[in-house]
């Protein structure tokens, strides 16, 4: 593409705040002037390891923001640009979800227009009664008119009594009032909260997958979530407090090494594959008098790889036996996969094994830009707080999402009255 025919518009970040690391991503929009359809460009990204958060939430405020400010530090430097909000992900282990029913009465002489659909969710909102959670989103998973049931879409249609049944994907409104807190002192403000199993289907699910039924593992650090999506909409989500880090915490353990060094020894020798290697892989060995360099085959490393991972995929087997009699089986029928986890080779062929149905890795796709960092399994659901804010910026957000906190809904979740 001749950059002087290109156009960038808009400015929009991701701010993903993990308990292995917090990552910032900044992109625009890019038209080249032949297409009606813009290309999301990666113009900066920054990251840094951890501090101050852990699966339970925010363990050291301070810690959190000196993290966040040196990971959006290093996105605007190489963006060459500054921010001023961010799309922030909310963790699986920390999200609530509950099914509501709503009716909404009309005159049954004129069309169901947008503004019918956004009161049903208005009342699925107001029918959250605890105050002390906040709503993310609110999806529909089918629609009701008068006798016709699972309808997808009764927008232009008549009728005298319209219910939805919406999913509800709520947290801990404490959460929320520190995390905004902690962004806050960052001279930063908060575009929108995204559920970052939400965020990460948004950047590796294809549409028709997300049409047709599908469940994505995004494997991270210490956590694994579970996202099980159908007709568009994610319908159940679930997570195993069990990720890569407890892969390399095993072979440190298992071979007498350090952290550092058995996250070195997953990256360069690990794998799901059984090859029976009897390749000798180098150890430094803590503790040990005189060298302290021993040698392991490579089937010991695959061994205790392997191990954790069959306890991975056991609990997430669990989860989805729990989750079968909630959803639509067809979402089991294909198994994706994401995560900084699922680099080792022989991953798909285990997971096929496992689950007994179609696997496939699945990387981000329709961010470019800044080599391609995004591309890398390890930051799905950063791009997809991308594709998320992309949606906002364009006006393409579905009704069925939380828009973004203007200042007065800022102030009435701080009073405690949103």
């Known amino acids: 593409m001749n950059s002087s025919q290109s156009k960038l518009y808009g400015a929009f970040a991701g701010l993903d705040v993990g308990t292995e690391k ?35 939430g925010i363990s050291d405020i301070d810690a959190l923001e000196d993290t966040i400010l ?29 099914k509501v029913v709503t009716h909404l009465s009309l005159s049954g002489q004129t069309p169901i227009q947008p503004t019918h659909i956004r009161k049903l969710f208005n009342l699925s909102k ?62 930063l403000d908060v575009a929108g909260f995204v559920a970052d199993s939400y965020a990460a289907g948004l ?18 650090g210490k956590s694994t979530q579970i996202a099980c999506f159908y007709a568009g909409n994610l319908v159940w989500f679930g997570s195993v407090p069990i990720g890569g880090f407890h892969i390399t915490s095993d072979l440190a353990r298992g071979l007498s090494t350090t952290l550092s060094q058995a996250e070195r020894i997953k990256t360069l020798y690990g794998s799901f594959e059984d090859k029976n290697s009897a390749e000798q892989v180098p150890i430094t060995q803590m503790g040990k008098s005189g060298p302290n ?48 986890a699922c680099h080792a080779q022989g991953l798909t062929e285990l997971a096929t094994a496992r689950f007994g149905t179609n696997v496939r890795i699945a990387p981000q796709s329709g961010i470019s830009g800044q080599n391609s960092v995004l591309q890398s399994l390890t930051f799905s659901t950063c ?29 009435s979740l701080w009073l405690g009255n949103s």
């Open 293 to 340: 360099v021993d040698y392991v085959s490579r089937q010991v490393i695959f061994e205790i790889m392997k191990a954790r991972m069959d306890d991975i995929f056991d609990c997430v087997i669990e989860n989805l036996r729990e989750a079968s009699c909630e959803v639509n089986p067809v979402v089991f029928q294909k198994i994706l996969l994401t995560g900084g």
């Open 22 to 56: 917090v990552s910032c991503a900044i992109g625009s929009l890019q038209y080249d002037g032949e297409s009606t359809s813009p290309q999301v460009l990666l113009s900066g990204f920054g990251q840094r390891a951890s501090r101050g958060v852990n699966l339970s």
């Open 70 to 98: 040196n990971a959006v530090y290093a996105a605007e430097e190489t963006a060459k640009k500054n921010i001023k909000e961010v799309y922030v992900n909310i963790p699986t282990s920390l999200i609530q979800t509950r």
């Open 383 to 411: 791009a997809g707080l991308l594709h998320y804010a992309v949606q906002d910026y364009t006006g393409r957000t579905s009704t069925r999402d939380k828009k973004p906190l203007s200042f007065w809904q800022r102030i």
């Open 203 to 220: 950047a590796c699910l294809i549409n028709d997958e997300a049409e047709l039924g599908a469940t994505l593992l995004d494997i991270g």
């Open 126 to 187: 107001n029918s959250q009664t605890d105050n002390s959670q906040y709503i993310i989103h609110v999806w529909p998973l089918s629609y009701k008119l008068d006798d016709m049931a699972n309808i997808q879409d009764p927008t232009g249609m008549i009728g005298e009594d319209l219910s939805a049944t919406c999913h509800v994907v709520m947290t801990n409104k404490s959460y929320i009032k520190n995390l905004m807190h902690c962004i806050g002192r960052c001279n």
